[in-house]
């Protein structure tokens, strides 16, 4: 990251939104990094975690989340946001491992000067980590957990950690778009494949359910193991193979999903593979080869690059000299980070040192609410993103473009 000046597009994005309601090394260390200069150079310190894989085959999105924050906390020093207070951030890599995030949440939650975390990027990483911030009142905003259960108690229905917070929308509400788009479509039989793992198995079941609802048959449902470093999944056609689907639908990520398209196609299954948002980037196209154009993906929200906000934010972005792309969840890591900073407008004014001001954090947070890069940033009861729109996306000459956004209903 040789250039950390942050751009004035971005910053004037940032003012704008304030107003309206009111770079850290690659590696995967956990240093801290500054978030740029100006503000109170000499003032009290504050910092925002970031938890995320910033190593490994899911790099690419952690990396994007890392630096979207890197650059609201940029933009909100050199604002001045918070007048007496310098803002950091504190990357931590866990590797999109359950137990190395706990790991990551446990030493963040040791530094008294965090107050806040945007992380993580899988839901399964996401039950480690929420006991552990709780415990300690550190607000959590995730720009990527989409696992239902995460927020309320699939038993009692009640909230589970008064903590926790998301601005992407869940699976609850992703399966089922993307069951009413294969319906629309006129694909009445679907085969499924989930990778065991709490993203996957929740995406898939929500899709189960609504596209069974909606008159569809599910011809098949396999499983595989995200752990599986051959990436054959050779007896898993074979298995779909005979029940002649119409579409397959993929519950997991991109490094499986990638291979498991162009090993369907390359045996003689040529029918579209469509998953959530884990499988888009494009870095899928890659693994998928050639023959992807047709494979689908859900994404919570609409396109970044399709609001005026977006395309600031993605101009910041470039001009602050990251070398990795913001990727899918860029635009949602810049909005929670920006939720954070909100809430602490409002818990550091008379703080006199960073840990006190936690519980008054997580207190503030419910009543943010601005107009973000993804849209309407705010949250319900549970903390869940009030925001349900999603985006249907279509690999299309190798790339991936926006073939449908909608509210789901």
Request: one cysteine or more; aromatic letters at 6%.
């Amino acid at each position: 990251m040789t250039k950390r000046s942050v751009a004035s597009v971005g910053a004037t994005l940032l003012a704008a939104s304030l107003v309206m309601t009111g770079c850290g090394s690659r590696g995967g260390s956990s240093s801290t990094s500054s978030g740029g200069s100006g503000g109170a150079a000499s003032g009290k310190v504050a910092k925002i975690g970031v938890i995320a894989p910033l190593t490994g085959d899911l790099s690419p999105l952690g990396l994007g989340i890392q630096h979207s924050v890197e650059l609201a906390v940029q933009e909100a020093n050199a604002n001045n946001v918070i007048p007496g207070w310098k803002l950091e951030v504190a990357p931590a890599d866990d590797q999109a491992t359950p137990d190395v995030g706990k790991n990551a949440a446990t030493k963040l939650a040791g530094d008294d000067a965090v107050v806040g975390v945007v992380g993580t990027l899988n839901s399964s990483v996401a039950l480690q980590v929420q006991p552990v911030l709780a415990s300690a009142k550190i607000t959590q905003v995730s720009p990527a957990n989409t696992n239902p259960d995460l927020t309320k108690d699939p038993k009692s229905g009640n909230r589970l950690y008064p903590t926790y917070f998301r601005t992407c929308t869940t699976d609850a509400i992703q399966g089922p778009f993307a069951a009413q788009y294969l319906l629309g479509a006129g694909m009445m039989k679907v085969a499924t494949v989930n990778d065991k793992k709490a993203y996957g198995q929740g995406l898939v079941t929500a899709f189960e359910t609504e596209f069974k609802k909606g008159g569809g048959t599910i011809v098949s449902h396999q499983t595989i193991n995200a752990d599986d470093t051959t990436k054959d999944y050779s007896s898993v056609i074979a298995a779909i193979k005979p029940s002649g689907p119409q579409a397959i639908y993929y519950g997991g990520e991109y490094p499986q999903a990638g291979p498991l398209s162009q090993q369907m196609k390359t045996n003689g299954l040529a029918v579209p593979l469509m998953g959530g948002d884990g499988i888009f980037d494009p870095k899928f196209i890659e693994l998928a080869g050639d023959k992807s154009d047709g494979d689908l993906a859900t994404s919570v929200g609409a396109p970044t690059d399709s609001s005026d906000a977006g395309k600031a934010f993605l101009a910041a972005y470039d001009k602050a000299g990251f070398k990795d792309p913001a990727a899918a969840y860029g635009g949602y890591a810049y909005d929670a980070a920006n939720a954070i900073i909100q809430a602490l407008k409002a818990s550091l004014a008379s703080a006199t040192d960073a840990k006190s001001a936690r519980q008054a954090t997580v207190d503030a947070m419910s009543k943010v609410s601005f107009d973000g890069v993804t849209g309407k940033v705010a949250f319900d009861q549970f903390g869940d993103a009030t925001s349900k729109v999603l985006t249907v996306y279509k690999v299309t000459g190798g790339k991936w473009a926006a073939e449908k956004t909608g509210e789901f209903k």
